[in-house]
C-alpha cells in the first residue's frame, strides 16, 4: 500500500463537547468509537479522531497522519532525512502502531500503521 492520508486527530479539553460540535459539522453521522480516552467518526473512508489526552502529548493543533505498511522502517527513513522524534512508535490497542515526527520547521508529521 502506498501511504496515505487517512486520519486527523483534534486534540480536545472537553471530549463531550466536541463530541457534539463534531457531530453537528458532520451533519448527524455519530461517532464509530466513543471512549473516555478517544472518540473516532469515520467520513467517507477519513478517519477524524478527539483526543482529550492530546494537549499532554504535546499536541497543539490537529496532525493529519499517513497511514504506512512499516512504521518502523518509516520513522528510521524520516530521520535519516532530518526529522525529529516527537513520539515514538507505540501501540494504541490492538496492534494499531502510531508515532509522530517534526520537520525542520516544527510542523508534525503523523503515521499510523494499521492492524
Do not use: C
Request: proline share 5%; charged share 20%.
Amino acid at each position: 500500500m502506498a501511504p496515505a492520508l487517512k486520519t486527523v486527530i483534534y486534540p480536545v479539553h472537553d471530549l463531550d463537547q466536541a463530541k457534539s460540535l463534531f457531530r453537528r459539522l458532520l451533519a448527524g453521522v455519530d461517532p464509530v468509537m466513543d471512549e473516555s480516552y478517544y472518540v473516532q467518526f469515520n467520513l467517507g473512508g477519513l478517519e477524524i479522531g478527539l483526543d482529550p489526552n492530546g494537549h499532554h502529548k504535546g499536541m497543539t493543533a490537529p496532525v493529519v497522519y499517513w497511514h504506512v505498511d512499516d512504521i518502523k522502517q518509516t520513522v528510521a527513513e524520516l530521520l535519516q532525512a532530518g526529522a525529529e522524534e516527537q513520539q515514538a512508535v507505540s501501540d494504541v490497542g490492538g496492534g494499531r502502531l502510531l508515532a509522530t515526527l517534526t520537520d525542520a520547521d516544527g510542523n508534525t508529521i503523523g503515521l499510523i500503521q494499521p492492524v
